[in-house]
């Protein structure tokens, strides 16, 4: 099992930038796919992005595509979310995701071990 923190959220103001960060411990980390997932109050949880282990393969959610950027440093332990571009419709808990056990990148239920979530509210 993998243990997540994730950290960076806060209040920011429309077409403002966070980066939100996620430490992993428990397991070999660069092996792993991990994704960020997000969920508004009252709607479901939408998948943000995922990044395999060697960090060369990326996806993305249509609704951030060219505004966030996943990455990680294998070395930390850590993967990243850079937010560019905010929208008040970005607002949600954050929750890192890890513990890929195959199939489908953006389905929730493609992995084991979540965050607790980090808040991220984008004012107008």
């Known amino acids: 099992q993998v243990q997540l923190v994730e950290s960076g959220g806060g209040l920011v103001q429309a077409g403002g930038s966070l980066r939100l960060s996620c430490a992993a411990s428990?397991?070999?980390?660069?092996?792993?796919?991990m994704a960020w997932f997000r969920q508004a109050p009252g709607k479901e949880r939408e998948f943000v992005a995922a990044?395999?282990?060697?960090?060369?393969?990326?996806y993305y959610g249509e609704s951030v595509k060219g505004r966030f950027t996943i990455s990680r440093d294998n070395a930390k332990n850590t993967v990243y979310l850079q937010m560019n571009s905010l929208k008040p419709e970005d607002t949600a808990v954050f929750y890192c995701?890890?513990?890929?056990?195959?199939?489908?990148?953006?389905?929730?239920?493609?992995?084991?071990?979540w965050g607790q979530g980090t808040q991220v509210t984008v004012s107008s």
């Open positions: 990044i395999r282990g060697n960090g060369m393969n990326t």
């Open positions: 428990g397991r070999t980390f660069s092996s792993v796919t």
């Open positions: 995701a890890a513990g890929f056990s195959g199939g489908i990148v953006s389905r929730q239920s493609s992995y084991t071990d």
